[in-house]
């Protein structure tokens, strides 16, 4: 059965920083588009980063320069490290695998999804 499983969220202030972890088991991660997705109170889940079998990244406005996703496919996971946290960044967040090499980042586009870490930024 295929898992996806996030770890590393927690309460952090205001600029502070966080990296979240994603490991899978029962399905390669390297051969997949990857992504992190966030789904706040009472919002739309929308996409804050992805990452594709060649490397390539793309990231939300409201992240880049503060967000860097990473994968490392021997341990068959996926990162996002997370400084310079707002208030606005309070949210569940997802990992999600395509079963393809190249997405948009665009939610139907991913077929795994983990079962999501709180992440709430307050002072």
């Known amino acids: 059965q295929v898992k996806l499983v996030e770890s590393g969220g927690g309460s952090v202030q205001p600029g502070g920083s966080l990296r979240l972890s994603c490991k899978a088991s029962?399905?390669?991660?390297?051969?997949?588009?990857l992504g992190w997705f966030r789904q706040a109170p009472g919002k739309e889940r929308e996409a804050v980063s992805c990452?594709?079998?060649?490397?390539?990244?793309t990231y939300i406005d409201s992240v880049k320069g503060r967000f860097t996703i990473s994968r490392d496919n021997p341990k068959n996971a996926m990162y996002l490290q997370m400084n310079s946290l707002k208030p606005e960044d309070t949210a569940t967040y997802y990992c999600?695998?395509?079963?393809?090499?190249?997405?948009?980042?665009?939610?139907?586009?991913?077929?795994?999804w983990g079962r999501g870490t709180q992440v709430a930024v307050s002072s």
């Open positions: 990452i594709n079998m060649d490397g390539t990244t």
């Open positions: 999600a695998s395509a079963l393809v090499a190249t997405a948009n980042c665009d939610p139907p586009q991913f077929y795994y």
């Open positions: 029962a399905f390669a991660l390297e051969y997949s588009a």
